[in-house]
């Protein structure tokens, strides 16, 4: 698989972790799936940034959009944070995984 693919497979996964997680915190799940979305884009777009670090830049950049895609359609920071957690989580997982081959 390409890279290009696992990027795409990997915000589809955080869109859907992150109406996961909306849903289990009460949130409306739109909500979940925009700041989902949205912190899997920018740091999708901070990956192609040239001579930037990867591993700090991406994870920067996503925790960045959530809070202001979070306090945009209103969201606490404590509730931004779950649905910021639960879009990281498939993503990490499914990358890990792959690095062990299982």
Do not use: Y
């Amino acid at each position: 698989m390409s890279e290009f693919q696992l990027m795409a497979i990997a915000v589809v996964a955080a869109v859907f972790g992150g109406a996961i997680a909306a849903r289990l915190a009460k949130i409306e799940v739109w909500k979940g799936v925009l700041v989902g979305g949205c912190a899997a884009v920018a740091a999708v777009l901070a990956s192609f940034a040239p001579g930037v670090d990867r591993s700090l830049s991406m994870p920067m950049a996503g925790l960045i959009a959530a809070g202001i895609s979070g306090s945009a359609v209103g969201l606490t920071p404590a509730r931004t944070a779950n649905i910021a957690i639960g879009a990281a989580l498939p993503p990490l997982l499914g990358f890990v995984l792959m690095e062990m081959g299982i």
